[in-house]
């Protein structure tokens, strides 16, 4: 019904960026909230920002001042800016979105395959 795609995982050195996106295609009627998530290893699942359909933002403490979620609607995606990244910031980052179905009308949610993210020297 609904597919995400990830990409822009990678390697970086600590202080560096990168910009994770996840585009959204399927049987979409409207794109309710996207988010993204965050799971290191041996740790729980993290809520890492949220973003709704308005562009109201909400962000982990842990991640403040150096996140950016961002979405442009008429493609789809939702971005997650990385900025000033941590060792603690290596993880595997999944983005969530809540949908109405196209068909149905109903709530859906998806979540993405993943991406890694290594903040390493």
């Known amino acids: 019904q609904v597919q995400l795609v990830e990409s822009g995982g990678g390697l970086v050195q600590p202080g560096g960026s990168l910009r994770l996106s996840c585009a959204a295609s399927?049987?979409?009627?409207?794109?309710?909230?996207m988010a993204w998530y965050r799971q290191a290893p041996g740790k729980e699942r993290e809520l890492v920002a949220t973003?709704?359909?308005?562009?109201?933002?909400n962000y982990a403490d842990s991640v403040k001042g150096r996140f950016t979620i961002s979405r442009d609607n008429a493609k789809m995606t939702v971005y997650l800016q990385m900025n000033s990244l941590k060792p603690e910031d290596t993880a595997v980052y999944c983005c969530?979105?809540?949908?109405?179905?196209?068909?149905?009308?109903?709530?859906?949610?998806?979540w993405g395959q993943g991406t890694q993210v290594t903040v390493s020297s």
């Open positions: 969530y979105v809540l949908v109405v179905v196209a068909d149905t009308g109903a709530d859906f949610g998806s």
């Open positions: 399927g049987s979409i009627f409207s794109i309710k909230s």
């Open positions: 973003i709704t359909k308005g562009g109201y933002t």
